[in-house]
């Protein structure tokens, strides 16, 4: 079962931007599907983006326009950049793909 390590998350005040980054222990060329998801306090997990093995890619509408989602197979690698950061994107960020999920990474957004 792949493992999978997020990094990069931090405080930001708003408006600024992030880079996170999910390492994946194995390759991920045969990984169809990979995911960011986060979760707030009090609040439950949600999905953020999705991007599968081809390129294509979804996002939840509170984040369209402003996150991308993409992966590099050769690094095994997926990233989430998110610019124009919100307070209520405040929360911990996980990546998942398969059954696995990492430990997450907290992003917090405040002047």
């Known amino acids: 079962q792949v493992q999978l390590v997020e990094s990069g998350g931090g405080l930001v005040q708003p408006g600024g931007s992030l880079r996170l980054s999910c390492a994946a222990s194995?390759?991920?060329?045969?990984?169809?599907?990979m995911e960011w998801y986060r979760q707030a306090p009090g609040k439950q997990r949600e999905l953020v983006a999705t991007i599968i093995s081809g390129g294509n890619t979804n996002y939840r509408d509170s984040v369209k326009g402003r996150f991308t989602i993409s992966r590099d197979n050769a690094k095994n690698m997926v990233y989430l950049q998110m610019n124009s950061l919100k307070p209520e994107d405040t929360a911990v960020y996980y990546c998942h793909a398969q059954r696995s999920w990492g430990q997450g990474t907290q992003v917090t957004v405040s002047s």
């Open positions: 194995e390759s991920i060329l045969t990984i169809y599907v």
